[in-house]
């Protein structure tokens, strides 16, 4: 026993350590835009047909002790000086603030973000990419393919806004990832919406586990009603997907958040303030 006693002390002091860790982990959530849809039943094949809808956009930075995340870049900063916003075929778009700001209230300048990662890569979600040249890009190796393929305006992509990360270290995963290696946050394959989608998993110390997901369901009554909008990449792989991750929702107990959702983006707190 006396002999086995050191080996215990360093287990549990490792053990300590992790917790520790744990509890230093803070998720800030930003303002990416708003998107007002001129037509909802988009994201709702025969449904609500012409009826208008708001949606949100929304970043968010993961500080970890082992180094930083942005999930998702938004609309791009630029279109803060359009004080009345754009429209851009069925979607009006608008943004009053930029994430390089709000990067800047909380001390973090983009160019040392250890990590960058997409739930996808369209337009509203790759707005600022160019500015994380940098960091090391997390991202599903078809979704790359895509991205940076000669068909990427096709997928619905816009290449001029995340160009520059052809430059940066890419992290290409088939299938989950471990972010920091300690299962604290991880980003999950979840394709169909486009053909590398993911999600992103976060377990906090006190708030508990959440996740992120991106363009899984864009509202709460699609994911209500499992609706998939008419233009994803596969409807029937984003259904299948869709029973894994509510499967994985209730298997961990996460919180879901649907980052598009508007009525659900106004109930939690946003940077400066964070979650732990
Ligand atoms: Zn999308």
Redesign the pocket.
């Known amino acids: 026993m006396k002999k086995l006693l050191p080996i215990i002390c360093v287990l549990l002091a490792s053990c300590a350590g992790m917790n520790e860790t744990k509890k230093q982990t803070k998720l800030y959530v930003f303002e990416c835009g708003k998107i007002t849809v001129k037509d909802i039943s988009l994201f709702s094949p025969g449904v609500d047909k012409g009826v208008e809808k708001k949606l949100t956009n929304s970043c968010y930075l993961i500080k970890h002790a082992l180094g930083t995340l942005v999930w998702d870049t938004g609309l791009p900063d630029g279109l803060v000086k359009n004080k009345k916003g754009l429209t851009k075929g069925a979607f009006h778009l608008k943004k009053m603030r930029t994430l390089t700001s709000q990067l800047k209230e909380i001390g973090v300048e983009p160019s040392s973000v250890d990590y960058v990662a997409f739930s ?1 890569f ?1 337009f ?2 790759t707005g600022n990419a160019n500015l994380f040249k940098n960091s090391k890009l997390i991202i599903q190796e078809v979704e790359f393919n895509a991205a940076f393929g000669k068909d990427a305006a096709k997928m619905g992509f816009k290449p001029k806004s995340y160009n520059k990360l052809n430059q940066a270290t890419a992290i290409k995963v088939n299938g989950d990832h471990d972010v920091f290696g300690d299962g604290q946050v991880i980003i999950k394959s979840a394709p169909g ?2 053909i590398g989608h993911q999600v992103l998993f976060i377990d906090l110390y006190k708030k508990g586990p959440i996740v992120l997901s991106g ?1 899984l369901y864009h509202f709460t009554k699609n994911r209500k009603n499992r609706r998939v909008p008419s233009f994803n990449y596969n409807k029937k792989q984003t259904l299948h997907t869709m029973d894994l991750i509510e499967n994985f929702v209730n298997n961990t107990g996460a919180e879901f958040w649907i980052q598009h959702d508007l009525e659900f983006n106004q109930t939690i707190k946003h940077s400066p303030k964070f979650y732990q």
């Open positions: 996808h369209h509203d979600h919406h486009t363009d």
